[in-house]
């Protein structure tokens, strides 16, 4: 909302020093800072006003250590996220960017089936939540429009540039370009660091590619968005972990805006995706201003209404930057999670046909919940994961000089 009114000021008007919004680093920083005073300033009002309405989690008894003290704590704080990414994206970005717009719609939506689970379970004594089915069709159905979205809006591009971008004494030599609509995306180790979806389903007509483009993005946006959910299992480990790849996220989006870091690096350069920092910027700083109450021991905790929308986010920001096949590396906490599930129950449903009896891999899935019967103290399991989840991303930046 500000973006146009400063833009007016600095052209229009020519009033000094509003030429600084013209700056992603400038209103990223702002839309970071923004997300924190809205999460921490306002986060105890939240908490206060979800006590007062009997928002608490009713945790089942799983056998865990420090379980009971959970009981009762204050849950649907994804709203403090929410707002945390919403408000500064819609102050400092341009809103009518279409990445921006596909961000906040996934948002709101996600966001949306999230508080109708967490509100069945809490309002209705519902432990169950929304219908397993409704939620797979909410998420099939932003898939639907985020994948028909890259597909045919015009806007969404990738800029080839005619020979590569130089700097001589201190001057930078801009060449011609042309903005090519291709459904390339990023995969290291092949040529160029490119796959052509095009080609991988073009054996089977031109009009079937866009159809399997689209089943494509409704996985892994189910997929992650289902992951984050899972990982949301005990204090700080879901917010922590999404704030790291949304950093790491920023980054390839400050690269992918950028005409000279993108050839340097070997990245795909997307006009106009330099808008989508100043989204990341709020997203880390709304998981980041959560954290400040949902750390061990948890004041708050997000419920669906943010692990859901978190996860779905995450999906759709790498889709929008072409990154969507580094995932299984950034997101590997949340793969690690949902294969822990996975395994554990195709196991166990396996050695029960066969031999009679359930078997299983782990103590118990989640994986985190493995390792909390193992008595390994939650604030310790959290911390490895976190640094686990550092060391993924590192090593997806690190995909990005890999030919």
Same mark, same amino acid.
């Given at each position: 909302?500000?973006?146009?009114?400063?833009?007016?000021?600095?052209?229009?008007? #020519?009033?000094?020093?509003?030429?600084?919004?013209?700056?992603?680093?400038?209103?990223?920083?702002?839309?970071?800072?923004?997300?924190?005073?809205?999460?921490?300033?306002?986060?105890?009002?939240?908490?206060?006003?979800?006590?007062?309405?009997?928002?608490?989690?009713?945790?089942?008894?799983?056998?865990?250590?420090?379980?009971?003290?959970?009981?009762?704590? +204050?849950?649907?704080?994804?709203?403090?996220?929410?707002?945390?990414?919403?408000?500064?994206?819609?102050?400092?970005?341009?809103?009518?960017?279409?990445?921006? &717009?596909?961000?906040?719609?996934?948002?709101?939506?996600?966001?949306?089936?999230?508080?109708?689970?967490?509100?069945?379970?809490?309002?209705?004594?519902?432990? #169950?939540?929304?219908?397993?089915?409704?939620?797979?069709?909410?998420? %099939?159905?932003?898939?639907? $429009?985020?994948? /028909?979205?890259?597909?045919?809006?015009?806007?969404?591009?990738?800029?080839?540039?005619?020979?590569?971008?130089?700097?001589?004494?201190?001057?930078?030599?801009? +060449?011609?370009?042309?903005? $090519?609509?291709?459904?390339?995306?990023? &995969?290291?180790?092949?040529?160029?660091?490119?796959?052509?979806?095009?080609? %991988?389903?073009?054996?089977?007509?031109? /009009?079937?590619?866009?159809?399997?483009?689209?089943?494509?993005?409704?996985?892994?946006?189910?997929?992650?968005?289902?992951?984050?959910?899972?990982?949301?299992?005990?204090?700080?480990?879901?917010?922590?972990?999404?704030?790291?790849?949304?950093?790491?996220?920023?980054?390839?989006?400050?690269?992918?805006?950028?005409?000279?870091?993108?050839?340097?690096?070997?990245?795909?350069?997307?006009?106009?995706?330099?808008?989508? %920092?100043?989204?990341?910027? /709020?997203?880390?700083?709304?998981? $980041?201003?959560?954290?400040?109450?949902?750390?061990?021991?948890?004041?708050?905790?997000?419920?669906?209404?943010?692990?859901?929308?978190?996860?779905?986010?995450?999906?759709?920001?790498?889709?929008?930057?072409?990154?969507?096949? @580094?995932?299984?590396?950034?997101?590997?906490?949340?793969?690690?999670?949902?294969?822990?599930?996975?395994?554990?129950?195709?196991?166990?449903?396996?050695?029960?046909?066969?031999?009679?009896?359930?078997?299983?891999?782990?103590?118990?899935?989640?994986?985190?919940?493995?390792?909390?019967?193992?008595?390994?103290?939650?604030?310790?399991?959290?911390?490895?994961?976190?640094?686990?989840?550092?060391?993924?991303?590192?090593?997806?930046?690190?995909? @990005?000089?890999?030919?």
């Amino acid at each position: 909302m500000l973006y146009p009114i400063f833009e007016y000021f600095d052209q229009v008007l #020519d009033i000094p020093g509003t030429g600084v919004f013209r700056y992603i680093s400038f209103r990223a920083g702002m839309a970071a800072l923004v997300s924190l005073i809205i999460t921490i300033t306002f986060g105890q009002n939240i908490i206060s006003w979800i006590r007062n309405k009997q928002i608490g989690e009713a945790v089942r008894d799983l056998g865990l250590e420090g379980q009971a003290e959970k009981k009762g704590t +204050p849950t649907m704080g994804g709203l403090m996220i929410m707002a945390g990414i919403i408000i500064p994206t819609l102050l400092f970005a341009n809103i009518n960017n279409i990445y921006i &717009i596909l961000l906040l719609a996934t948002t709101v939506w996600l966001g949306g089936i999230g508080f109708l689970d967490d509100y069945i379970k809490v309002f209705r004594k519902n432990k #169950d939540g929304l219908a397993g089915r409704f939620k797979i069709i909410g998420q %099939v159905g932003i898939g639907i $429009v985020v994948g /028909a979205t890259l597909y045919f809006h015009e806007g969404v591009v990738v800029r080839e540039f005619t020979n590569p971008v130089s700097i001589e004494e201190g001057v930078v030599e801009t +060449p011609a370009f042309r903005d $090519v609509k291709t459904m390339k995306t990023t &995969i290291p180790f092949l040529k160029d660091n490119e796959l052509n979806y095009e080609r %991988v389903f073009g054996f089977l007509g031109e /009009a079937a590619t866009p159809i399997f483009y689209i089943l494509i993005v409704i996985f892994i946006v189910t997929a992650v968005s289902n992951g984050a959910n899972i990982t949301d299992g005990i204090d700080g480990l879901a917010a922590g972990t999404s704030a790291i790849i949304g950093l790491t996220i920023a980054i390839f989006a400050y690269i992918s805006g950028n005409a000279i870091f993108s050839q340097y690096l070997n990245v795909f350069f997307i006009p106009n995706s330099g808008e989508l %920092v100043i989204f990341c910027a /709020a997203f880390v700083g709304a998981c $980041v201003g959560f954290l400040w109450y949902n750390a061990y021991p948890a004041q708050v905790f997000m419920g669906d209404t943010g692990s859901l929308m978190l996860g779905g986010v995450i999906a759709v920001l790498s889709l929008t930057l072409r990154k969507e096949l @580094l995932i299984p590396i950034l997101c590997g906490i949340f793969v690690i999670e949902n294969a822990s599930v996975i395994i554990q129950v195709s196991y166990f449903k396996y050695t029960k046909k066969k031999y009679g009896e359930g078997r299983r891999v782990f103590l118990m899935s989640p994986l985190h919940h493995h390792y909390q019967k193992k008595n390994i103290h939650e604030a310790k399991i959290v911390t490895r994961f976190w640094i686990l989840g550092i060391l993924l991303a590192i090593i997806t930046l690190a995909t @990005l000089k890999l030919r």
